[in-house]
C-alpha cells in the first residue's frame, strides 16, 4: 500500500479526485509552506567554463576536456553568454543584477563529480530578489507573488548510470560542467496545485526567452520542493522536508499531495515532523529517506581562487533588459485588449511563443484593409480549433505544420466569401498539412482539385432537400407535429447528399421554408 493510501486512511489529505479544492486535512485546520529550488539548464553553445559542447544523449564520456575534469592545471574561463541568458532570466523575474558576483567551491565527494567540488556561487550570487506573479484563473486580479529569492549560475555534475554496465554502476561526465541557473524561490506557496500553475509559468517564461528547453525528461529543468506544513493562519514555519528525485511537473503536485499528507498525519499523531531529505518514489508513489549519510554534508565554501568575481556592468545589463522579448503575461493581455479577445483564448494562444506568433502572422495576412480586431476572434477559432487538433493528432507543435499564414488567411477568406464551407475548409487544411503544401495559393488549388467548392445555387440545393423530405415522410410529420429538434436530422441528410458541399445557411433557409410549408 502506499503512503497515499496510508494517508487517505488515516483521514487525511482529501485527494483531489475526490473534487473541489485540495486541502492538506479536510478540517482545514492546516496549511502546507513550499518553496522550490529549480535548476534550469543553459540552451548555451558551450560548458560553462570551457569550449565543450553539450550534447543530450551523445556517446559516453565524449563532451569531455581537462577544464570540466579538473585535470591538474586546467584552469577554468566564465563563458560570457552563460551570464547573458542567466541575466535574461533573472531579469523577467523582476531581479536585481548584481554588479559583482563570486564564484564559489562546494566542496563534497561523489562519483560523478570528478573535481571534487562543484563551481557554484553562494554568499554573492548573480541575482537576487525577484518576484513571479502566478496566474490562478483568468480574471486580471487572478494571481499571487511567489517571491525569487535568488538566481545564480553553477555548473552541473556528471551522471550515475546503472542500467548499462551489468552489476556496476557507470559515470558518464558529458554533462560535468554545464551552465545551470538555480532559480530559489521564497516559501510563498500553500498547495500542489499553486506549485503546479507555479512550475508552468516558470517554464513558459524561460521558453518565450529561448534561455532553457525546459525538457524535465532529459533534465533540463530539474525540481527540489521543500515542504511544511502549519496549523493554518500561522504565521511561523514548522519544520521542512526536502523532496528529490521529482521527475514530472505531475510528479511533483502528486509528491507533494502525499507528503503534505504525511506530515498532516505525523502531527495529528502527536509526533514531529523530522528535518530529512525525502525521495521520491514514483513507481509506488510514495516517499522514503535518503540515507543520512548522503543528506549530512559541510560543502566548505570558498571562493574559487581560478575565477575573479564576475563583474556585471549595468549598461549590459540595460541593454540585454531592452532586448527582453514580450513576456507571456503581457502578450496575454495585449491579446485581450487589442484583439479583443476572451481571456480563454488569449492564455492557450500565448501558452507558447510560436504559437502566439503563428497566430499574429495568421491576423496580420488575413486582416488586410480591416481592423485586426475584426478578424481576430475567426482567426482565433481556427488557430485553436482545427489546426491545433491537426497538431495534436501528430504529436508536433503548430509550427511543425508546415502552414503557412498566408495560407491560413486565404483558407479564411475562402469561407467569408462562400467559396468553400467550413467542412471544406477544414478538408482543406488536412490535405495542406498531409501533402506537406502549406503555403500561399494551396487553399484554392486544393479547393478546385477536389471539386471542394461550396455549393450555393438554390436550384441544387432545393433539389437535395426535396429529395431528402421525399425519402423521409414520417420524420417530416413529426417535424410537423412539434419535433422540433429533427432539424439537425434533415440538415445532416442534405449536406450529406451534396457530400459536404452545400452552403448550410442556404439549406437552412430552404429546408426552413419547405417544412413549414407542407
Ligand atoms: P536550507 O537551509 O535547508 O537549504 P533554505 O532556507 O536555504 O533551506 O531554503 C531552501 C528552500 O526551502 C527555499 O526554496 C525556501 O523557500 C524553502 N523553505 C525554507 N524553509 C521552509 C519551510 N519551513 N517550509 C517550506 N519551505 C521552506
Ligand atoms: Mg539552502
Partial sequence: MTARGQAGEAGRGRMPEEGGEWRPDPAGEME??????????????????????????AEPNTRVCPVCLGLPGALPVLNREAVELAVRAALAFGCAIHERSVFERKNYFYPDLPKGYQISQFKEPLATDGVLHVRMGEGLDDTFPVRIRRMHLEEDAGKSIHDRVPDRTAVDLNRTGTPLVEMVSEPDLRSPAQVRSYLDQVK?????????????????????ANVSIRPAG??????????????????VERALEVEIARQVAVVTAGDRVRHETL?????????????????????RYFPDPDLPPVWVAGTWVEEIRRELPELPEARRTRFIEVYGLP???????????PLADFFEASVRARSGDVQEAEVAKEVANWVMGPILALANARGAPVEALGLEPEAVAEL???VATGQANRRAARTILERMVESGSGGAGAPAAILEAEGLAQV?????????????????????????????????FFMGEVMKRSRGKADPGEVARILGGRLKGG
Avoid at 502546507?32 to 544523449?57: N, R, S, Y
Fill in 32 to 57: 502546507a509552506v513550499i518553496g522550490l529550488e529549480i535548476h534550469i539548464q543553459l540552451l548555451t553553445h558551450e560548458k560553462l567554463f570551457c569550449a565543450d559542447v553539450p550534447e543530450f544523449g
Fill in 456 to 488: 450555393s445555387d438554390s436550384s441544387r440545393i432545393e433539389g437535395w432537400v426535396d429529395e431528402v423530405l421525399t425519402a423521409h415522410p414520417d420524420e417530416v410529420t413529426r417535424f410537423r407535429e412539434g419535433e422540433r429538434r429533427l432539424q439537425g
Fill in 234 to 251: 500561522s504565521v511561523e514555519l514548522g519544520t521542512k522536508t526536502e523532496l528529490k528525485n521529482l521527475n514530472s511537473f505531475s510528479g
Fill in 204 to 224: 513558459r517564461i524561460l521558453e518565450y526567452l529561448e534561455v532553457s528547453d525546459c525538457n524535465m525528461e532529459e533534465g533540463s529543468l530539474r525540481v527540489d
Fill in 412 to 414: 479564411l477568406a475562402l
Fill in 343 to 353: 481571456a480563454y483564448d488569449a492564455g492557450v494562444l500565448t501558452s507558447r511563443r
Fill in 279 to 299: 525521495l521520491w518514489d514514483e513507481r509506488r508513489q510514495t516517499v522514503r529517506p535518503m540515507r543520512s549519510k548522503e543528506e549530512s554534508q559541510d560543502y
